[in-house]
Structures are given as structure tokens and as C-alpha cells.
């Protein structure tokens, strides 16, 4: 059974500061979706990642796959505030399904 | 409007009773899914349709029943409500390709069942 890990579950970091947030997965799989979540509100798709090496930057965000590894990567670049969310990984597993790892609650404080 | 909405955004219900959770898309997505979430388990699948009369099953189907007799919507039945099912339920479509392509979420709906 195809398991997702996120790690950590809880980040609280300083504006400016860059840290990076893992996912991990069990099975084999060349995709990986990260996801967006604010408070009470819905999810935003933030990076599709297709293929190993497959790297996607977009602002102080960047989502890198390494499909030998089972692993993907967030990296917050000079945090600020607005990036406080939580942050959502998924891969599609065998046959029919899509597992969300926990997600990631992210703070960034001023 | 255009996109994925749900419908209702918020409702409350006593166990036993039986809810529909409607979900409704204009893009002429061929995809459709169902999911809960709930603090600690991130968002687990109930169910999916491939197409107008084709559904089938995710990791978390029990108690629950849907139907896509229209391309546009894809309703989520809870047949007998249970506590265990107070949640917020996502709707998401994709355009094709079901898992491999990227899924727009609806706003949700939250569900108390008491």
C-alpha cells in the first residue's frame, strides 16, 4: 500500500530565514503533485512534477523530484508571511488512487 | 460561475439521516472525485468517476454512494450518517487522465453530523 510522508508536520520559521519541507512515498511513481492549502479554504495546485529530476520554481517556492529516491522536496527561499499555509504533497498510486501525504503547517513569522 | 463548486458549503445532520453533498463543474472535466479531510490523515479518496455512468471506488468508500448520470455533476451520498463522517468533503475534477493529471479543488463542504 502506497504510503506518503511528510515531514515536518509543523514548521514555524522566520521571515527571510529557507528551509526545505520533504515527502517521501512508498511506491514506485514518476508524479508528484504539491498543493496549497490556506485556513478554511480550499486547495491550489502548485507544482506538477513529471518525471525524475524534474525541477519547478515559481516565486520563493521550489518543488524538485527524485523518483530513485522516492523523494520530493519544497524549498522556501527568503520566507514571508504570505506564504503561511499548509502545504499538501500527492502522488497517484498503482491502479486507481491519489495519496495525500498529512501535510505540512507552515508559519512564518515576522 | 465557471469552475467547481459545491453546494452546501455547511450543514449539520443527526445520525441516521440521509445527506447529498452536490458538486458541479463547467469545464467539461472527465474527471471527478470525492474526498474527506481530516486533521491528521491529510485528504483520502472516497470516490471517483471517470466519465457520465462510470464510478468506482478509493480507499475510503464505505457508507457513502454516488452517481454521475451527467457530465457536470457528481453527487456524494451518505446514506445513513455517522459521527465518524463529520468532515470537510472536497470535490476535485481533472481534465483526463485521472490520477496523472492535475485535480481543481471545489471549496468544500463542511459536515457536522451529530
Known amino acids: 500500500e502506497l504510503k506518503v510522508e511528510q515531514n515536518p508536520l509543523f514548521l514555524s520559521m522566520q521571515e527571510g530565514k529557507n528551509y526545505t519541507i520533504y515527502c517521501n512515498y512508498s511506491?514506485?511513481?514518476?508524479?508528484l503533485y504539491w498543493y496549497r492549502q490556506d485556513p478554511g479554504k480550499s486547495l491550489e495546485s502548485l507544482f506538477v512534477l513529471l518525471s525524475n529530476g524534474a525541477v519547478k520554481q515559481e516565486g520563493r517556492l521550489m518543488a524538485s523530484l527524485d523518483t530513485k529516491a522516492r523523494l520530493s522536496t519544497l524549498h522556501i527561499t527568503a520566507a514571508v508571511h504570505d506564504l503561511s499555509a499548509t502545504y499538501f504533497c500527492a502522488t497517484p498510486s498503482v491502479g486507481n488512487d491519489m495519496r495525500f501525504g498529512a501535510g505540512t503547517r507552515l508559519t512564518v513569522k515576522p | 460561475d465557471a469552475g467547481i463548486t459545491q453546494s452546501p458549503r455547511y450543514k449539520i445532520t443527526e445520525t441516521g439521516r440521509q445527506v447529498t453533498l452536490m458538486c458541479h463543474q463547467t469545464w467539461s472535466h472527465s474527471y471527478m472525485f470525492w474526498y474527506r479531510q481530516d486533521l491528521g490523515h491529510g485528504l483520502r479518496l472516497i470516490y471517483y468517476s471517470a466519465a457520465a455512468d462510470i464510478t468506482d471506488k478509493g480507499e475510503v468508500p464505505d457508507g457513502y454512494v454516488v452517481s454521475r448520470s451527467k457530465t457536470e455533476n457528481f453527487p456524494l451520498t451518505l446514506e445513513s450518517a455517522t459521527r465518524s463522517q463529520t468532515s470537510v468533503y472536497f470535490c476535485a475534477s481533472s481534465v483526463g487522465g485521472g490520477f496523472e493529471e492535475t485535480q481543481y479543488f471545489g471549496p468544500g463542504t463542511r459536515l457536522l453530523v451529530l
Open positions: 511506491t514506485t511513481s514518476d508524479r
